[in-house]
């Protein structure tokens, strides 16, 4: 069975996720979270909110900050079904050792998304930026890190390679290193876009390396790409 037809998504999807998973997926350690870092096409991911409350400076980016908390919120609704028939129908592409079963992880997105709403209520004018790539409205320099998680490189279907190597462009123009997870597509293979991104970032002089991280849901996703000037 071809995942397109267990995953009938229209889109970009709002699947947010908690910190505990950045941290396993980034390859995350304190030192990571003590300057300012950027999360981009955060969506609800309830990373900006538990990291800020920890004492860490997020600043999160996403087209969807356009709407207000309860759209965002009607947004997951209507994509949760088929987000979840596709995880049951797919099951046996993914490793399950972090979450059990698509019960579970339905919950851990319910937790960010609820986490992420509360903060989003109280400091959406503050940590919550509406923007997109490959345009972003922050300063040269402005952070030190910056995070693309389940974006790039996973919905290479519908954004092209040109778009990746313009989006990773602008994410090293805002921060000095900058990772992203995971490197396969929606149907688990690696992105045919990987090869020439490294081979590009090599030629720009850009220091470009695949990470192993602590961390596989989709089978053979243990890799995040780190980029730095």
């Known amino acids: 069975m071809e995942m397109e037809q267990e995953f009938r998504l229209d889109g970009i999807v709002p699947w947010g996720r ?5 941290r396993a997926f980034f390859a995350l350690e304190e030192a990571d979270l003590r300057h300012a870092v950027l999360d981009v096409g955060a969506g609800p991911s309830s990373f900006a909110a538990e990291a800020s409350a920890a004492g860490a400076r997020v600043t999160a980016a996403d ?6 908390g309860k ?5 997951f609704e209507e994509t949760r079904g088929a987000m979840m028939e596709g995880l049951r129908q797919a099951r046996y592409r993914f490793r399950w050792s972090h979450y059990g ?3 579970t992880i339905e919950k851990i997105r319910r937790e960010a998304l609820a986490l992420f709403l509360a903060d989003y209520g109280r400091e959406a004018a503050r940590r919550y930026v509406e923007a997109s790539l490959p345009r972003l409205p922050f300063a040269d320099n402005a952070f030190c890190l910056a995070l693309s998680s389940h974006l790039l490189f996973l919905y290479g279907d519908d954004l092209d390679f040109a778009f990746h190597i313009e989006a990773l ?34 030629r720009d002089g850009i220091r470009a390396e695949l990470v192993p991280v602590p961390y596989e849901f989709q089978k053979g996703a243990t890799k995040m790409l780190r980029l730095r000037r």
């Not at 759209?71 to 947004?75: D, G, K, N, P, V």
């Open 18 to 22: 908690r910190l505990w998973e950045y």
């Open 71 to 75: 759209a965002i919120a009607q947004r």
């Open 63 to 68: 087209p969807l900050y356009a709407l207000p």
């Open 101 to 103: 079963s698509p019960d």
């Open 169 to 202: 462009r602008e994410l090293l123009r805002v921060a000095e290193e900058v990772r992203v997870f995971p490197l396969v597509n929606l149907d688990g293979r690696p992105s045919s876009h990987l090869p020439g991104v490294l081979a590009q970032f090599a």
